[in-house]
C-alpha cells in the first residue's frame, strides 16, 4: 500500500520481472479496466516493458498477453468483468489498484480459483489504500504481507513542483494521510456516512432523474470544486447514476458538463443551488442549452442539519450506487460536523443533497425553503 507517486507501479514490474527470470508462469497482470492494465503496468513510464532490459524485453501478442524471450507468458485481464477469471489458471498475478476495482470482492474471490498451478501460486496487489471490504479482508488476514510506502520516499523521481504543491498542500490532512502516506483510514467515528452504508447495484433509476449542480464560481486551481451528481428515483428511495464534479475550470465548463449529463440521463431538470452566483448561475446553464428546465436551491441552514436526513436515506437502504463512485464515497465518509470533508467544501455531498431531496424528501412532504 503505498502514496501517489510512491514507487507502487515499478515494485510490481520488477516482481513480475523476477518471477518471468526463474520462469514461473503464466502471470494474471489484472487491472481495472484492460485500458488501464495496458497504459500503465504494461506501457507505462514505470510498467514492463520499460523495466525489463532489451534482452529480457516481453513482446505484447494482441491486446492481452506478453510473452518474454524464455517462453514464459503472461495473460491481461480487467477486474470490472469477474467473468473473464473463469477458465484460464496461473502460478502468479500481479493486481495493480485493487482499491478503485468496483466488483473487487468478486474479481478478487474468482482469480484466486486460478491460481493453482506450481508449487507457490503468489500474488501481488499494489494499490493507494482506501477502507473497502477488500483491502480490510486482506489486512487482517494472516497469510498477507504488508509493505508500506510514502510518496515521500521516492521524491528523488517525481518533479520538483508536485513535492512542493500537491505533497506540501495535504501533507497532514486526512487525504494526505492517504494518499501521500499510504495509510488505510478507517471510517470518521463522527461521520454521518459509514462504507457499509452504502449499497451498490447496476440497475438504473424507474423514476424521474435530475442533475444537481453545487457550482463553483471562480475557476482557478485554488476554487472549491463544481459538484455535479445524478441521481434517479428508485421504489421508495433513489439510485446515484454518475458524479460528474469538476474541479478548477471555468463556469462555462462545468456548465457544459451538467447539461451534458442533463441529455445523457434523459433527466427531468437541473437542481442548482443558488446561494453563490444567483441569477448569473442559471444564466450559464441556459447559456449552454435554454430549454434546459432549471429547479433553484437556496440552502438557508448549514451544510450538516442539510444533510442528516439524505444520510438517514442511506441508513435505511433506500439509496443505491452505480459502481465506480469511489471520490463521491470517499467524500461521504469524511464529511464531519464542522461542515467540511477533510478541511475541504464538500462540493460532491452538497450536489448529492440537492438531487436526493429533490427526488426523494420533497416528493415525501411539503417543500421547505432551503431544505
Known amino acids: 500500500m503505498g502514496g501517489r507517486g510512491s514507487g ?135 497469510q498477507t504481507r504488508v509493505v508500506r510506502m510514502t510518496t515521500q520516499d521516492n521524491y528523488k523521481y517525481l518533479a520538483p513542483s508536485f513535492m512542493d504543491a500537491v505533497v506540501g498542500r495535504y501533507r497532514g490532512t486526512l487525504l494526505g494521510r492517504q494518499e501521500l502516506e499510504g495509510e488505510l483510514i478507517e471510517d470518521r467515528e463522527d461521520a454521518l456516512w459509514q462504507r457499509a452504508m452504502f449499497r451498490h447495484g447496476s440497475e438504473g433509476a424507474d423514476g424521474r432523474v435530475v442533475v444537481a449542480v453545487d457550482p463553483a464560481v471562480t475557476g482557478t486551481a485554488r476554487s472549491d470544486a463544481c459538484g455535479i451528481v445524478v441521481a434517479g428515483r428508485s421504489g421508495e428511495g433513489a439510485v446515484v447514476l454518475e458524479d460528474a464534479t469538476l474541479r478548477g475550470v471555468q463556469p462555462t465548463v462545468w456548465a457544459k458538463r451538467a447539461v451534458a449529463a442533463f441529455h445523457a440521463h434523459d433527466a427531468d431538470c437541473i437542481v442548482v443551488e443558488v446561494n453563490q452566483g444567483g441569477d448569473l448561475v442559471k444564466q450559464m446553464l441556459h447559456g449552454e442549452d435554454p430549454s434546459v428546465p432549471v429547479r433553484e436551491a437556496r440552502a438557508t441552514r448549514g451544510n450538516w442539519v442539510r444533510t442528516e436526513p439524505v444520510a438517514a436515506l442511506y441508513a435505511r437502504g433506500l439509496v443505491r450506487h452505480v459502481e465506480g463512485l469511489t471520490a463521491l464515497e470517499d467524500e461521504l465518509c469524511a464529511f464531519g460536523p464542522d461542515g467540511k470533508a477533510d478541511g475541504h467544501s464538500p462540493d460532491r455531498v452538497d450536489a448529492l443533497v440537492w438531487a436526493l431531496t429533490e427526488l426523494v424528501l420533497n416528493e415525501r412532504r411539503p417543500r421547505i425553503r432551503g431544505l
Not at 32 to 59: F, H, K, N, Y
Not at 62 to 90: C, H, Y
Open 8 to 142: 507502487k507501479t515499478r515494485a510490481g514490474a520488477e516482481w513480475v520481472r523476477g518471477l518471468a527470470r526463474q520462469e514461473i508462469g503464466p502471470i494474471a497482470l489484472v487491472g481495472e479496466t484492460m485500458g488501464e492494465a495496458l497504459d500503465i503496468m504494461v506501457r507505462g513510464e514505470s510498467g514492463l516493458l520499460a523495466t525489463c532490459p532489451d534482452e529480457e524485453r516481453p513482446v505484447l501478442k494482441g491486446n492481452n498477453r506478453l510473452v518474454w524471450p524464455n517462453k514464459v507468458e503472461a495473460m491481461i485481464m480487467t477486474a470490472s468483468d469477474p467473468e473473464r477469471f473463469r477458465g484460464p489458471q496461473f502460478a502468479a498475478a500481479w493486481c495493480d489498484e485493487i482499491g478503485k476495482w468496483p466488483r473487487a470482492e468478486e474479481a478478487w474471490d474468482q482469480l484466486q480459483f486460478g491460481l493453482r498451478l506450481g508449487d507457490r501460486p503468489q500474488q501481488l496487489a499494489t494499490t493507494t489504500p482506501r477502507a473497502t471490504p477488500l483491502i480490510k479482508r486482506l489486512v487482517s488476514d494472516n
